[in-house]
């Protein structure tokens, strides 16, 4: 079981910026994809971004030219640069990795989750 722990999270005014980290117990070189999902209260857990383990990027539309994910694998973690928050983006974000791939299903670890609170 990966254990992967998330830090970064805060309150902070609209139009503002936060950076989340994920620090993995594995070496993220070796997952499928790693990303960042986040829930807000009374709403269903979301994709916010993906990275694969080539590089590729996907983004969900309400962060896209906001958000950028990237990865360093040298230090296994993953990071979110969160730009021009909003008050929208509240909500506990939890870094996912899909650390492999079994019968078409993902084998994936979760961590804990930090909390953004965005301002207006």
């Known amino acids: 079981q990966v254990q992967l722990v998330e830090s970064g999270g805060g309150l902070v005014q609209a139009g503002g910026s936060l950076r989340l980290s994920c620090a993995a117990s594995?070496?993220?070189?070796?997952?499928?994809?790693m990303g960042w999902y986040r829930q807000a209260p009374g709403k269903q857990r979301e994709l916010v971004a993906l990275i694969t383990n080539g590089g590729s990027t996907n983004y969900a539309d309400s962060v896209k030219g906001r958000f950028t994910i990237s990865r360093d694998n040298a230090k296994n973690t993953v990071y979110l640069q969160m730009n021009s928050l909003k008050p929208e983006d509240t909500a506990v974000y939890c870094c996912?990795?899909?650390?492999?791939?079994?019968?078409?299903?993902?084998?994936?670890?979760w961590g804990q989750g930090t909390q953004v609170t965005v301002s207006s």
């Open positions: 594995g070496s993220i070189f070796s997952f499928n994809a």
């Open positions: 996912n990795a899909k650390t492999s791939r079994l019968l078409g299903v993902d084998i994936e670890s």
